[in-house]
């Protein structure tokens, strides 16, 4: 599975959009983008995922560029429950094949200030 | 409801003592993940299962050891043989096989903070 790059720490105004940005320069063409959240001491949330389209869900938008080696996660009004550790990770996954294993990194630590 | 539970919540063992961490899905998952994270760090996959009576080591399997038997079941036995025991343990569970229009998302438990003194 490639291995990504994130900022280690961000900071937002609550109520303004916050764009967590991600860089996955070794990524394949079979790889999936997800993200997932961990607010403290509670197991992470999925969040999103893409393949090469950008996706929208009621939580957050995925903005992933044109050659897919880096996305961006859109949180569009931040909120102090959203002060959480984002992880983008990228993972193979072929149709009717198995999925691989599930690694994270170290993410971003995403402070909303009130 | 459907979900993934991890018992107990904390969990407290002398050195030296075998522990082993409950891990419980009703979420027709095939695949089963164990994961340990430390403070201010992400989280290491310890093992992995896609499939019941399957398992493959993770990038920390050392001291550890796991089985299924059940696919609704992933239990991790932390062993004496762990040199670093306290950690927050997180357990996870996805389908394993990516089909049409089904996601492949992991859904975690709430973890357990092993406390080995």
């Known amino acids: 599975d490639a291995k990504t790059t994130q900022p280690p720490s961000m900071d937002c105004a609550e109520g303004r959009a916050a764009n967590l940005p991600c860089n996955h320069s070794?990524?394949?063409?079979?790889?999936?983008v997800y993200w997932y959240r961990q607010i403290h001491s509670q197991g992470p949330q999925y969040i999103i995922h893409?393949?090469?389209n950008n996706e929208t869900n009621e939580m957050a938008s995925l903005i992933i560029t044109e050659d897919r080696k880096s996305s961006t996660l859109i949180l569009p009004h931040a909120t102090l429950r959203d002060t959480a550790v984002y992880y983008c990770i990228v993972r193979a996954e072929n149709y009717g094949g198995a999925t691989n294993k599930l690694i994270f990194g170290t993410g971003t630590l995403l402070a909303v200030q009130p | 409801d459907g979900g993934i539970t991890q018992s107990p919540k904390y969990l407290f063992r002398k050195e030296g003592q075998n522990v082993t961490l409950s891990c419980e899905q009703n979420?027709?998952?095939?695949?089963m993940y164990w994961y340990r994270q430390d403070p201010g760090q992400g989280l290491r996959l310890i093992y992995y299962?896609?499939?019941?009576?399957?398992?493959q080591k993770g990038d920390i399997a050392e001291g550890y050891s796991v089985s299924r038997e059940k696919k609704e079941s992933f239990p991790l036995t932390v062993t004496s043989a762990q040199k670093n025991p306290t950690a927050f343990y997180l357990c996870a569970s996805s389908i394993a096989r990516r089909q049409f229009n089904m996601n492949t998302e992991a859904f975690f438990g709430q973890g357990t903070r092993l406390t080995v003194v």
């Open positions: 299962s896609q499939i019941v009576n399957d398992f």
């Open positions: 979420l027709n998952h095939d695949a």
């Open positions: 070794t990524i394949s063409g079979n790889e999936y």
């Open positions: 893409g393949l090469k």
